[in-house]
């Protein structure tokens, strides 16, 4: 079967960077995916990590290890509408399918 | 394009009737799924379709529940007898991947079941 862990919540502060941890136990990995949901929205797609190393796309960079099957979202220059709740998901090549993790509520404050 | 459509946006129905969700993907993804969303169990796969066939439905929870891809434009999912746990958001996404690590949901349906 599949597992993900990531933290429940986070908060940081306007204008910082914040790290949202994702490790992952899977049979047969094929690659990590990131969602953004703000409350009452439906989930967006942030980026993909099929190999070890970091992505990058503006203010938001996605990075994975598949050794330590251990991925990271990593946001800069914090803005308030970062404020949601970010997924990790795991593409599992046996099942052919995403899992997504609980979810890690992010809080911006001033 | 105009992204993935669900209807209705918001469904109240009471116990024991039949409730069925409708979804239109994105023209030219051949992968669709459906999903449930709840505060206690988060984001819950239901059933996953791939060129209209059902690929895996391990995530439907009982038999209350079933779905259907006549097309592929147009995928429907039914409970029937609906109960109050039933109450949840659906989302309904879709994919050009197989597998689909990059789906596009839909607005979602909140369901209400009374």
């Known amino acids: 079967g599949q597992s993900l862990e990531q933290p429940s919540e986070v908060t940081a502060v306007e204008g910082a960077i914040v790290q949202i941890n994702c490790t992952y136990q899977?049979?047969?990995?094929?690659?990590l995916s990131w969602y953004q949901q703000h409350d009452g929205g439906a989930p967006t797609f942030l980026s993909y990590?099929?190999?070890?190393g970091l992505e990058e796309t503006g203010r938001f960079s996605s990075f994975l290890s598949r050794s330590d099957s251990y991925g990271y979202l990593l946001l800069q220059e914090l803005q308030m509408k970062d404020s949601a709740s970010y997924f990790c998901?795991?593409?599992?090549?046996?099942?052919?399918?995403?899992?997504f993790g609980i979810g890690t509520k992010l809080q911006v404050i001033p | 394009d105009a992204g993935v459509i669900q209807s209705p946006r918001h469904e109240v129905t009471e116990m024991g009737q039949e409730v069925t969700l409708r979804c239109k993907p994105i023209?030219?993804?051949?992968?669709l799924f459906w999903y449930r969303q709840t505060m206690m169990r988060g984001l819950e796969l239901l059933i996953y379709?791939?060129?209209?066939?059902?690929?895996?439905d391990s995530g439907m929870p009982e038999d209350r529940f079933s779905a259907k891809m006549p097309n592929a434009s147009f995928s429907t999912l039914k409970i029937q007898p609906s109960e109050p746990r039933d109450s949840a958001v659906y989302f309904c996404?879709?994919?050009?991947?197989?597998?689909?690590?990059?789906?596009?949901f839909g607005p979602g349906t909140r369901l209400t079941v009374t």
């Open positions: 998901a795991v593409r599992d090549r046996g099942y052919q399918k995403v899992t």
């Open positions: 899977t049979s047969g990995f094929y690659g």
């Open positions: 379709f791939n060129n209209n066939v059902p690929i895996d």
């Open positions: 996404a879709s994919s050009f991947q197989a597998g689909g690590y990059e789906q596009y």
């Open positions: 023209s030219g993804h051949n992968s």
């Open positions: 990590n099929a190999l070890d």
